[in-house]
């Protein structure tokens, strides 16, 4: 899927009921060790149904679809997706239930992205609503395509900006593009990726976009060349 996908941001989910009244006990914590740990208490049985509300919120608020990867994980239960604190609860334990921290993100993504930096001042004390506050890419704030152009969902993300950059890395989303560049599979099957890759070429007008195809294709034909030589050998030394 090329770039543009869920353009319309998400809204933040809005508390009430017993999530209101967990978050304001959570509001009103005063000792840090208990602030850091809130979140992964295992002995309170509303905070588990509070968790289990802003996962299932926001599932259905994204469409199925992790912010960063963009893949659409559509599954009878939630266990494939985990809750993402967008600026980690780690170093910012107070942060933890701000409805703009919050999303769900595939398990790969946020398991890559873990409690590394998103903040241009690490120091924040009040939670940052702009985007020039964000180093990577923010569901909020941001627009996606903006910052990475999708050439395949799940295969190839070219980065447009700084911070498309800095997402691609802090999500590990070049995981994608060495599984689907992995050449230990057939002939037919690097014959399929030109012709998909051929396909994405002529339906885009961006240079940018033109120029990083251009190289994939360089690299799937030295590959295919490259067997195509040690098939033609083998047949010669059979």
């Avoid at 509001?27 to 809130?38: N, R, S, T």
């Avoid at 289990?52 to 009878?76: E, F, G, M, S, T």
Wanted: hydrophobic share 35%.
């Amino acid at each position: 899927m090329m770039g543009g996908v869920l353009e319309v941001r998400t809204r933040p989910i809005v508390y009430d009921g017993l999530a209101k009244r967990k978050v304001e006990e959570f509001d009103a914590l005063k000792c840090p060790m208990e602030i850091k740990g809130y979140w992964d208490k295992t002995n309170d049985g509303e905070l588990a149904e509070v968790k289990k509300i802003i996962k299932d919120y926001y599932l259905l608020a994204q469409d199925y679809r992790c912010p960063y990867c963009r893949q659409k994980i559509v599954v009878d239960h939630n266990a494939a997706w985990d809750a993402e604190h967008i600026i980690p609860k780690d170093t910012h334990p107070r942060f933890m239930f701000v409805p703009q921290n919050l999303c769900v993100t595939c398990k790969d993504c946020n398991t890559i992205k873990s409690n590394k930096k998103v903040l241009v001042n690490q120091d924040r004390k009040t939670f940052p609503v702009e985007s020039d506050d964000y180093l990577i890419y923010h569901p909020y704030f941001d627009d996606y395509s903006k910052h990475v152009t999708i050439i395949i969902e799940a295969g190839y993300y070219l980065p447009k900006t700084d911070k498309g950059r800095l997402l691609v890395e802090v999500c590990g989303l070049l995981r994608f593009l060495f599984r689907f560049a992995n050449f230990e599979s057939s002939d037919v099957s690097i014959k399929i990726k030109m012709a998909d890759l051929q396909r994405r070429l002529m339906e885009t007008d961006d240079p940018m976009v033109e120029n990083f195809i251009y190289g994939c294709i360089g690299r799937l034909v030295e590959e295919g060349q490259r067997k195509s030589q040690e098939l033609g050998l083998a047949k010669l030394l059979a």
